[in-house]
């Protein structure tokens, strides 16, 4: 390019709509096609004549998934697609720290870069509906403001890097059972205020470039060619400028993916050039039956993405590979998720000093994780296990023995080892919960209860009443724990904590880290506690095709808390190794809004992270409205005996609800009351605030 000037297209000086206008000038109609589909498995064609490059995506969400082959869903069997495995969606969730959740997605940025990909497929912000949901480990939990605020920190932090993020699963896809075919009945309320709110913002403050419809229909449209989502409210409503692509095989007709929306086709099927979006959209074009001016604007959204993330231009952001920064952002993130559940009389944090021989029993304790769940698995750089992380903090200072205790398909003889280990240890340390195989956390299918699989109900009681000195370490979402959880002295949650897992895990057990994660999702006691096991199976898995969200708004504990019914564990619940005092509530009101302050003391002898929640509850709401509703947080770290001022602003705005007759937002003026707390069901500080009319 010596002494050429650069055409309009690839100078980075010139405005971006010049460049995509330029750009989208100079193609073919052939050529223009090309780019609006697949021609591999997670590739889209080059066009050489003009040096636009072949576009590479890739999964998503918890790291760069390894290469798969061009045309089959096999590994492609390279050697460098390794990746730093981050924890799992719901663990980021649980650190409630958005800051972290910017982290996340900027290592992953970096990486995909360094890999070589232009778009990556994640993260995924469908609200957890049901806990039976395969993929909710994937997702950020049941509420909309906490999945907003974790998803825009992930995708600034990832489109930093010069990738596009690619939210996802565009929308009201919360069950895999079905999820190719199942119609979702929701009314515009549940629409509004549950499930579309972190796509909102996910386009409205991260700017996210790429959305991927969903696999099922709403109200009887495709996700992926649904004139309602993706052309009224994505695009002319919330004024998305970036592409909508399919999710793999979402698209079933040319004429509704040309004219609802859809703007990149990707697939499984390996004949190409037959995608709806390929051949049969020229020739319907070709043919005037489809209009130009429809394929032009999804070429240009599709090059604006291409522009943007700095494809076509020479100082490309290079990225970079399972760095130690990478690694510890991993760390960080599994020891701000992990939650203790319970710890009575202080069993945790344990000294190994003071311990002969620690038992830890259990086969998520040696299992790898992180390649598991399909879409979103990793072929991780490394994997500490609970036990290769908790082997290696204890070191010589006291004995470790193993016993697998449960497994598929086996169990007496391992039962009485297990036992017999347990019986011969000072503590016990037990790491159970799910996996990643078929019909557990895993893409494809819902689980089919809430049970703990593999006898461990029974293997739980046995090993407490073996030694009563046993801490229970639960992998994967929720299950139901009421079998054992009276007996056991302490409980933590882990989630799926990523490949620096088992160093976190031994980090909190053994007191170098004070948990600070708080839950997502409410625990119930049973799963017919639930609010979409409520109504038959009308609402869950569905009947004759569709499902229909009958339980409207009241989605997680604002179901609960509405319909009071106890949970096992509530929604923003978590304990620390310190205490926390909430005092001095004030409230200010602003010209928009109110300022909400109050002071937060760190009462014990550590140091320690609280995450202070704020909820809303209308007086006398003029539609119905949960008891309450989250409407900030705020992660504060305090050393022991400091205190810390908090405040949380709220715009008009966040008072209001869906109006399904005014289609739109309504802040009535009324009476709020304010309430805070550590937990939706411990918020010792609450004072009430009028509304005034505007
Ligand atoms: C999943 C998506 C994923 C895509 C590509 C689909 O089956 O639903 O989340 O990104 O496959 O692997």
Same mark, same amino acid.
């Given at each position: ?14 405005? $971006? ?26 590739? @889209? ?58 982290? =996340? ?22 609200? $957890? ?71 909102? #913002? ?47 095989? !979402? ?43 429809? /394929?032009?604007?999804?070429? *240009? *959204? ?6 943007? @993330?700095?494809? /076509? ?22 020891? =701000? ?45 490394? =994997?500490? @296990?609970?036990?290769? !992380? ?68 029974? /293997? ?31 409980? $933590? ?27 997502? #999702? ?85 140091? !320690?992270?609280?995450?202070?929640? $704020? ?61 805070? !707390? ?17």
């Amino acid at each position: 390019m010596h002494g050429e000037q650069l055409p309009p297209f690839r100078d980075p000086s010139q405005p $971006l709509e010049a460049r995509v206008d330029d750009l989208l000038s100079r193609l073919t109609i052939e050529e223009k096609i090309s780019i609006i589909h697949a021609d591999s498995k997670f590739t @889209t064609a080059a066009v050489p004549r003009l040096g636009i490059p072949r576009r590479w995506l890739s999964d998503g969400p918890h790291g760069v998934r390894e290469d798969i082959g061009p045309d089959t869903w096999m590994p492609a069997g390279h050697t460098d697609d390794f990746a730093t495995a981050m924890p799992a969606g719901i663990c980021l969730a649980a650190t409630w720290n958005p800051d972290l959740s910017f982290d =996340e997605g900027e290592v992953i940025g970096q990486e995909a870069r360094a890999r070589g990909k232009d778009i990556m497929l994640g993260p995924g912000v469908n609200i $957890l509906r049901t806990p039976l949901c395969g993929r909710n480990f994937e997702y950020f939990g049941e509420d909309p403001w906490l999945a907003s605020k974790m998803c825009v920190g992930y995708i600034r932090g990832e489109q930093s890097e010069d990738i596009s993020s690619c939210v996802k699963h565009f929308a009201l896809n919360n069950q895999e059972d079905d999820r190719g075919t199942i119609n979702v009945e929701a009314d515009d309320r549940a629409l509004h205020e549950i499930y579309l709110p972190a796509f909102k #913002a996910a386009v409205e403050q991260a700017g996210v470039w790429s959305v991927m419809g969903a696999y099922n229909q709403f109200r009887g449209q495709h996700c992926c060619e649904n004139e309602l989502l993706l052309n009224q409210i994505l695009k002319k409503d919330w004024g998305f400028k970036g592409l909508v692509m399919s999710d793999w095989g !979402g698209a079933h007709d040319t004429r509704e993916c040309a004219l609802n929306g859809l703007d990149l086709e990707m697939g499984t099927d390996t004949n190409y050039d037959n995608y709806y979006l390929a051949r049969p959209y020229l020739d319907m074009i070709q043919a005037g039956e489809l209009p130009m001016t429809g /394929l032009d604007e999804k070429v *240009r *959204r599709n090059l604006r993405v291409m522009i943007a @993330t700095h494809m /076509l231009d020479f100082n490309r952001k290079p990225g970079s590979i399972n760095t130690a920064a990478h690694q510890t952002v991993a760390r960080r993130v599994a020891e =701000e998720g992990i939650v203790l559940l319970k710890n009575q009389n202080h069993t945790l944090p344990l000294d190994p000093a003071r311990i002969k021989t620690i038992a830890v029993i259990g086969e998520n304790a040696v299992r790898l994780q992180a390649h598991g769940g399909e879409s979103s698995e990793i072929k991780a750089f490394y =994997e500490i @296990t609970p036990l290769a !992380g908790i082997l290696s903090r204890v070191g010589s200072k006291a004995n470790i023995i193993f016993s697998e205790g449960y497994c598929k398909g086996a169990r007496q003889d391992l039962v009485e080892r297990a036992i017999t280990c347990a019986k011969s240890a000072d503590v016990v340390i037990y790491v159970g919960g799910l996996n990643h195989d078929p019909g557990y956390d895993c893409e494809g299918a819902d689980r089919k209860d809430l049970k703990l699989p593999y006898g461990q109900d029974e /293997l739980i009681q046995e090993l407490v009443a073996a030694n009563p000195k046993t801490i229970v370490v639960l992998e994967g979402t929720m299950v139901e724990m009421h079998a054992w959880l009276d007996r056991v002295p302490a409980l $933590l949650q882990a989630w799926y904590p990523g490949m620096e897992g088992g160093n976190a895990l031994a980090a909190i057990l053994f007191g170098d880290v004070n948990p600070s994660g708080k839950l997502p #999702a409410t625990f119930p006691k049973e799963l017919s506690d639930t609010p979409a096991a409520s109504f038959g199976a009308a609402t869950y898995p569905g009947t004759n095709g569709t499902v229909a969200y009958t339980e409207g708004l009241l989605v997680g504990y604002r179901w609960f808390d509405t319909r009071q019914i106890e949970p096992e564990f509530p929604f923003g619940f978590g304990l620390s190794y310190t205490t926390f005092a909430y005092s001095n509530l004030k409230l200010i009101p602003t010209w928009d809004g109110l300022t909400v302050r109050f002071d937060l003391k760190n009462t014990g002898d550590r140091a !320690g992270a609280e995450v202070a929640q $704020l909820y809303l509850h209308e007086m006398n709401p003029r539609l119905m409205r949960p008891a309450k509703e989250l409407k900030g947080f705020k992660k504060v770290f305090l050393q022991p005996g400091e205190k810390q001022t908090v405040s949380i602003s709220l715009a008009r705005n966040d008072f209001a609800y869906y109006d399904p007759v005014q289609h739109g937002w309504v802040a009535q003026p009324d009476d709020f009351e304010i309430l805070i !707390g550590g937990s939706s069901r411990e918020l010792p500080l609450h004072a009430n605030f009028h509304l005034k009319p505007q």
